[in-house]
């Protein structure tokens, strides 16, 4: 496990000074345009947190493809199918997926990165299998981009919670059958969840109000 954790550091480091020997290579072109200008380059760069979906290509948004294709860089999770980064001929690709013990770059690296190449002007996707804010830490690099005062947007994508039953032929909600969404808590952040945890009951799912602040008066659902 040591050794592979020791890895895991090395390819990060790795990625992360592959991609920064890339940016300064933007940077070096943009000083030379100022200097043939006579003056400062004015640039403004976008990032999108885009979802893949499932893995199908064929069930990416019509959008997630078009920044894809108009894609100057784009880092991408593990999980993402070969096919869908043909979208992003155009585009430098990084690898930024995280394994157990062996993560190619880490977190804060990766939103380090983000805001870098968009303040140099460079058209960024962030690409996640599913949806960015389902389980990829979409909100966490939002978050840094506002604070950095980056421009972005975000490409929801179809999450494997729903498409995986609906490929299968099952519905996630059924009138008279299925009132509720079962939630499932992940052992990783169980005490942070702790005191949402206590809402749940055994044997059953709670039903949660539309805007998701509660649920409806604790009402268990048999199963």
Do not use: C, W
């Not at 959008?63 to 860089?73: F, G, K, P, S, V």
């Not at 880490?106 to 460079?122: D, E, F």
């Not at 945890?197 to 048999?222: E, F, I, K, Y």
């Amino acid at each position: 496990m040591r050794d592979s954790r020791r890895g895991g550091r090395r390819h990060a480091e790795t990625n992360l000074a592959r991609a920064s020997r890339e940016l300064a290579e933007v940077d070096r072109a943009a000083r030379a345009v100022a200097e043939r200008t006579g003056g400062l380059v004015a640039v403004t760069g976008h990032v999108s947190l885009v979802g893949a979906g499932p893995g199908d290509p064929g069930l990416l948004t019509r959008t997630a493809i078009a920044r894809l294709r108009a894609a100057d860089l784009v880092l991408y999770d593990a999980l993402i199918d070969d096919r869908i980064l043909r979208y992003a001929r155009r585009a430098q690709r990084f690898f930024v997926g995280k394994r157990a013990g062996r993560h190619a770059m880490t977190q804060a690296a990766i939103q380090a990165l983000m805001i870098r190449a968009a303040r140099r002007g460079r058209r960024v996707v962030r690409l996640k299998g599913g949806d960015p804010f389902v389980f990829g830490r979409g909100g966490e690099e939002a978050l840094a981009l506002q604070h950095a005062g980056v421009p972005y947007d975000v490409v929801p994508g179809i999450s494997s919670a729903i498409a995986a039953p609906a490929s299968a032929g099952i519905p996630v909600t059924h009138r008279g059958v299925a009132v509720g969404v079962p939630r499932r808590l992940r052992a990783r952040g169980a005490r942070r969840s702790r005191p949402r945890s206590r809402q749940l009951q055994p044997n059953g799912v709670t039903r949660r109000r539309a805007d998701g602040t509660g649920p409806l008066g604790g009402d268990r659902v048999p199963r």
